[in-house]
């Protein structure tokens, strides 16, 4: 299993821009694929972007294309999501999580490893 520590959460302003990043322990964090996802108060945690194996391919739910980006760099153990013109929809704890199949990018149940999480507020 490997361990998940996100950063980079906090307090911006409709429009504003934010970069999440996810921090894996462990030598084989190029084996896994890596999936953010939020939960918003009284809502179920969805889906928000994934990202294969090497980094070439990339998912994002509908609610985030053209403003939210994810990224990896493997030499450094570390994925990223840069999130840019932010709605307060967007307010929610941040979680990245942690796969090693390449299938089923967008159900949360199919990931093992799973971080603290990091709150992200928008305010309008």
């Known amino acids: 299993q490997v361990q998940l520590v996100e950063s980079g959460g906090g307090l911006v302003q409709a429009g504003g821009s934010l970069r999440l990043s996810c921090a894996a322990s462990?030598?084989?964090?190029?084996?896994?694929?890596m999936g953010w996802f939020r939960q918003a108060p009284g809502k179920e945690r969805e889906f928000v972007s994934a990202i294969s194996r090497s980094g070439m391919n990339t998912y994002d739910a509908d609610s985030v294309k053209g403003r939210f980006t994810i990224s990896r760099d493997n030499a450094k153990n570390a994925v990223y999501l840069q999130m840019n013109r932010l709605k307060s929809e967007d307010t929610a704890v941040y979680y990245c999580?942690?796969?090693?199949?390449?299938?089923?990018?967008?159900?949360?149940?199919?990931?093992?490893?799973w971080g603290q999480g990091t709150q992200v507020t928008v305010s309008s």
């Open positions: 999580a942690a796969k090693r199949d390449g299938v089923l990018y967008r159900v949360p149940s199919t990931y093992t490893s």
């Open positions: 462990g030598r084989t964090f190029s084996s896994y694929a």
